[in-house]
């Protein structure tokens, strides 16, 4: 899988829509199968319909080796985070750290949970709570949690950071407003992919050919190696969990000149073609997002 030149998307091209509020993406896949050819009977196995035959599913050792299936898993984050979250005064992104460093995920789960009934029993009778959990790993091991949360009944909140620390109880909490976010499924993606580049991880951006960006973060431009978190993330791990609140966006098929139509045959703000192939399939598939916030 590698990134391409922008394919030229022709009007009556059938394209894949998904709406997350002000948020617009349109996808182009080169070939399209519209057939499922395999029925999945647990998560080791499947019958392929076309033969009848019963097989069994390639279980990846690593994230790393399956660098395609983590980007998904990211993308759908993504998905929930722009449908879901638009930076009212009633969302906050809090981030819960440990005081030593912590490298048991089963009780990063734990204490995440604890924490949530924890707060959602101090808003009680003010308003409910509809979260995306992210976890995010460290260099030394360690991890943190990225919490999107959504008071549904107030217009705006705040929390003081001591009282969170406190139902927190594991070490340090930073709470952050979205307002001047306008587009935070980007934006909290980026932050747990990509990791800051600094000597200890500079050979990993020439062995592995990574990416390097550039970002301002507090005043001060810094660079970024793009997807240098993602071979921390341990296989078979849930990168993120949600409450039964949040939802996915509506996605619809149409030709590409509706779609254009839908964001007022606005320019995209971000296009990116990518061809993906294995031993029995190639395909290149072009994306387009359109930020109604901006012009």
């Not at 990134?3 to 022709?10: A, H, N, P, R």
């Not at 998904?18 to 029925?39: G, L």
């Not at 499947?46 to 279980?59: A, P, Q, S, V, W």
Request: proline share 2%; glycine share 6%.
């Amino acid at each position: 899988m590698g990134d391409l030149k922008i394919e030229v998307v022709m009007e009556n091209d059938i394209v894949t829509v998904t709406m997350m509020n002000h948020i617009v993406e349109v996808q182009y896949m080169e070939k399209m199968n519209r057939n499922c050819y395999i029925k999945k009977l647990d998560k080791d196995h499947y019958i392929d319909l076309r033969t009848g035959e019963k097989k069994e599913f390639e279980h990846l050792n690593t994230r790393k080796d399956s660098y395609n299936s983590l980007r998904q898993t990211f993308k759908k984050l993504r998905y929930l985070i722009n449908n879901n979250f638009v930076g009212n005064g009633n969302e906050l992104h809090i981030i819960l750290t440990y005081a030593e460093n912590m490298t048991d995920s089963k009780r990063l789960y734990t204490d995440f949970n604890k924490f949530i009934k924890k707060l959602k029993r101090r808003f009680n009778g003010k308003s409910t709570i509809d979260y995306i959990s992210v976890v995010e790993p460290q260099e030394r091991g360690a991890w943190h949690i990225h919490l999107l949360i959504r008071f549904n009944d107030l217009d705006k909140v705040y929390i003081e950071n001591s009282k969170v620390a406190d139902l927190w109880g594991q070490g340090f909490v930073m709470i952050k407003s979205l307002r001047n976010v306008d587009n935070i499924g980007a934006y909290l993606s980026a932050y747990l992919s990509d990791i800051e580049l600094n000597e200890k991880n500079i050979f990993r951006v020439l062995e592995c050919n990574n990416e390097i960006v550039e970002r301002e973060v507090d005043g001060q431009q810094k660079k970024f190696i793009k997807g240098g978190r993602l071979h921390m993330y341990p296989p078979g791990m849930n990168i993120f969990r949600k409450s039964s609140g949040i939802k996915y966006p509506e996605r619809k098929m149409m030709k590409y000149k509706e779609a254009k139509k839908m964001v007022g045959g606005r320019d995209p703000h971000y296009q990116k073609s990518i061809f993906i192939e294995n031993e029995e399939f190639q395909n290149i598939i072009t994306y387009e997002q359109y930020n109604m916030k901006r012009m």
